[in-house]
């Protein structure tokens, strides 16, 4: 039972499921670099209502998305109080030796949180929307112009496929070589980074090994079910561009540009 | 006689506060004697891996608590000194020999010893005396772990568990993929350790023959919960409600039903080829008499 | 009956090991159910992959279905033979339960419009078609072996071999699988080769062939093969169930000139001990 949130697809038939991956994954792209656009509340008022709007379109439950940011907690409350200590400019509020705290750099604080989770939440969409036979046709689709310089698109496209498809086993894999040193008595995530590094020897071992029949077994088979040359299949999936990829795309752009206007103020 | 394992009141809930929340054990109070050979038995996603989990605490109950050769384990045990204590309780997990990760056979069964302080000579003492255990022959101490057949790297895993000498031993599927010679091989190694070593085992399995075979005690989980405990021949009586478990009749018991209904007749239900035989031989012996 | 598979005078070694097969001969016959039992290590997945062109001989010559296996042949061949393998986790490529009966439809490109008629219908013959959806983390070892089967029936095959494709299941997933291999074979004609070191798998075949260290020691019915239970035992595989029995009533000085009976046969002939006045 794993914690782990990426690559676990939800089934369902949202608005945003129904999206077509090729629209999902640029819209993805689209979104973080607008994000970098935004200075101001309201820019960030602006892109988390969109966020918000998105998840509840997508109807999966919120607590799923709450999930995807424990891993990563620590980062977010490490960048942050960073920029909060660092940062100059504005009413000095409270100092100590290197470190000060300004009005500026609390609302810069903020504002990297937002950012972050941002980025957590529409990656979290994408991936939990999406299967990730769907993303990896989303690239596909996505870099298929680089087929013209005889760049192997299909075959890169699979192998994504077949890797996303595989990150439930490996990490629910993980997670028993992990209790079984731990009942030979290792002790993961205690003592110096020496003996933590060392630790690590009885768990990545296994896993690769693993990782390696895992590989072995499915190159087998898919020889056996008749695979030979990825650049010639057809498509079970046809992803159309829908009317709601227009209507998204046209949202979205439009945000965009009230995000570049919002600069102003 | 002392026990080794005690639970009172177990529940696990996975995850618990999230909307994937469920518990994977309900309430389980129940308890083992030393030297006891407990097989737990129930269908795919009952809780006997959970439930075995929190024998020697790689699981902790979310609420409950449990008693394993004293160690008194509740929700807010912290991981501290448990290291010791999951020396005394050596577990074999599902398919073990993916745990193996040394470059020879030798050290991979002296990781566990020497983790829990042992020299390089103890260590290498227990590998060895756990090697003549599963069977694994000298000559191997040097190979490779991963130039060995499947079933020899079976047994380096569980040598590797055996030479901690744990006094509870937790067998999850230990037979599973083998064939037939590997199956009864580690079958009897159960045993042996069981009767020879005094040690108590706990073992996970669907295979109904080895619970009528060897084990002296049947734990039957459903939905995580103990529904049943008791020795094999009062597991196995009513049909009805094991069919409702999805658990199958030992082979001799499936027999003597077909024997029954073709007219002889069994006062108990047989469990194992003994028993059958023995009824039968009974039968044949009377029959005789009164000719 | 036909030959479907004609396997003749074969040598193999995998690299840098000693010749496994020398000089293997063995015929499978249209429409048979075959066992082909051995313990581990006696060559038998070896076998199948050699059958299946998934390696290639060092000398002798197999044909499937008229075709020699070679280069030249090799999608026909595998065309007309679907493999179900040990690991069910190892032979889902899909992302999804529908995406992975689609695979082989893909590769043989199918056009798409018929791949979503087959893919329903390969996933309702086994069973599987309201877990389309779902992705293999959510499913059984049992149901993805049902799916391995569905993306095998989606091309129509002639054969189908089982790589002991049960013996990583629980028993019920195991009874399961069986049954249904058994329906589809009715159904669509099949010959069913299953690869099993599960003595109840074998008795349910039409032929048992034993495998022992690359040489096939011998080949008869399943009560014929069971006759012997002894030499099952001293090459590693168990006795059937009727053959316990009987070996553990003679130790009790009930015996019988058979050292094997099927179950009807020996519950007759326990009737007639038992009853006869």
């Not at chain 1, 939990?128 to 496209?157: E, H, R, S, Y």
């Not at chain 1, 992990?178 to 009942?183: D, H, I």
């Not at chain 2, 020697?56 to 004293?70: D, F, M, Q, R």
């Not at chain 2, 020879?104 to 020299?119: E, L």
Request: no cysteine; glycine share 6%.
């Amino acid at each position: 039972m794993s914690n782990f949130i990426f690559g676990r697809y939800l089934p369902g038939h949202s608005w945003i499921h129904r999206m077509s991956p090729q629209s999902k994954l640029l819209l993805s792209f689209y979104f973080v670099i607008v994000i970098f656009f935004a200075n101001n509340g309201y820019s960030y008022g602006l892109l988390s209502a969109l966020i918000v709007f998105v998840i509840l379109m997508s109807g999966v439950s919120i607590a799923y998305f709450l999930k995807g940011i424990r891993p990563l907690i620590w980062l977010i409350v490490f960048t942050v109080l960073l920029q909060v200590l660092f940062s100059s400019g504005g009413h000095v509020l409270w100092h100590f030796g290197p470190f000060s705290i300004t009005d500026q750099s609390l609302i810069n604080g903020g504002f990297i949180f937002i950012r972050f989770l941002l980025i957590i939440m529409i990656s979290t969409v994408l991936t939990l929307t999406t299967t990730p036979l769907a993303i990896a046709d989303g690239v596909q689709t996505v870099l298929k112009p680089l087929k013209k310089v005889k760049f192997p698109v299909d075959t890169l496209a699979l192998m994504l496929s077949i890797a996303l498809r595989f990150v439930p086993t490996l990490m629910d894999e993980m997670e028993t070589i992990l209790n079984a040193q731990r009942a030979r008595g290792v002790d993961f995530g205690s003592g110096s980074l020496k003996h933590r590094v060392k630790a690590a020897v009885p768990l990545l071992v296994p896993l690769f090994t693993g990782a390696i029949n895992h590989a072995e077994n499915l190159s087998t088979a898919m020889e056996a079910r008749g695979f030979s040359d990825s650049e010639h299949r057809t498509k079970y999936r046809l992803y159309k561009w829908q009317f709601r990829d227009t209507i998204s795309w046209i949202v979205f752009l439009l945000v965009g540009g009230l995000v570049l206007v919002f600069r102003k103020y | 006689m002392d026990k080794a394992i005690s639970l009172k009141n177990v529940t696990h809930t996975y995850q618990a506060n999230t909307p994937f929340a469920q518990n994977a054990l309900d309430n389980v109070t129940l308890n083992i004697e030393k030297g006891e050979f407990t097989a737990i038995i129930g269908h795919t996603g009952s809780g006997k891996s959970t439930l075995v989990q929190h024998i020697n605490a790689l699981l902790k109950p979310t609420t409950g608590s449990l008693n394993v050769l004293g160690k008194v384990i509740t929700p807010t045990t912290t991981n501290k000194n448990l290291k010791a204590f999951r020396k005394q309780v050596g577990m074999v997990f599902q398919f073990p020999e993916k745990q193996l990760f040394e470059e020879t056979v030798i050290k991979d069964i002296m990781f566990g010893p020497k983790n829990y302080g042992a020299t390089d000579e103890q260590a290498r003492h227990s590998a060895e005396h756990a090697m003549k255990l599963v069977g694994l022959d000298h000559s191997l101490s040097n190979k490779s772990p991963f130039d060995l057949s499947g079933g020899q790297m079976r047994r380096v895993a569980i040598a590797g568990v055996l030479a901690m000498d744990p006094e509870i031993l937790i067998l999850d599927e230990p037979t599973a993929g083998l064939d037939p010679r590997g199956h009864n091989e580690i079958m009897d190694l159960a045993k042996y350790l069981n009767q020879q070593q005094h040690m108590t085992i706990i073992l996970i399995t669907h295979q109904m023959d080895d619970v009528v075979n060897y084990a002296t005690n049947v734990v039957v989980m459903d939905q995580g919960q103990a529904v049943k405990i008791g020795p094999p021949d009062t597991i196995f009586t009513d049909l009805d409600w094991l069919r409702k478990m999805q658990l199958d009749l030992p082979s001799s018991a499936e027999f003597a039903r077909k024997l029954e209904s073709a007219g002889i007749a069994f006062d108990q239900l047989p469990l194992t080829v003994n028993q059958l035989v023995d009824r039968v031989a009974q039968l044949v012996g009377k029959k005789a008499a009164h000719e | 009956m036909q030959n479907i598979i004609e396997v003749n005078k074969i040598s193999y070694n995998y690299p840098e090991r000693s010749l496994l097969f020398d000089n293997l001969s063995l015929n499978v016959r249209e429409g048979e159910w075959l066992a082909l039992i051995g313990q581990n290590g006696s060559g038998k997945s070896t076998l199948a992959r050699l059958i299946d062109g998934l390696l290639v001989l060092k000398s002798g010559a197999i044909t499937v279905d008229g075709l020699p296996v070679n280069d030249e042949n090799i999608n026909e061949i595998r065309n007309r033979i679907g493999i179900v393998f040990q690991n069910p986790e190892d032979q889902f490529v899909g992302a999804t339960v529908e995406d992975d009966v689609a695979f082989g439809l893909e590769n043989r490109q199918v056009p798409r419009e018929q791949m979503h008629e087959i893919v329903e219908k390969s996933l309702k013959s086994v069973g599987m078609w309201q877990f389309r959806e779902r992705i293999p983390a959510n499913l059984s070892g049992g149901q993805k072996q049902r799916v391995a089967i569905a993306g095998i029936i989606a091309l129509h095959p002639k054969i189908i071999i089982l790589d002991e494709a049960t013996s990583m299941l629980d028993p019920q997933g195991r009874n399961d699988i069986l049954q249904l291999v058994r329906d589809l074979k009715e159904d669509n004609h099949l010959t069913v080769i299953s690869i099993t070191h599960d003595i109840d798998e074998a008795a349910g075949a039409d032929r048992v062939v034993i495998l022992n260290q690359g040489q096939i020691i011998d080949e008869n019915t399943p009560d014929g093969i069971f006759a012997q239970p002894q030499r099952l035992k001293q090459i590693g595989l168990d006795a059937p169930y009727p053959a316990k029995v009987i070996e553990a009533l003679s130790r009790r000085g009930i015996t019988s000139d058979k050292q094997y009976m099927n179950d009807e046969e020996l519950i007759a002939w326990i009737k007639q001990l038992v009853s006869r006045m």
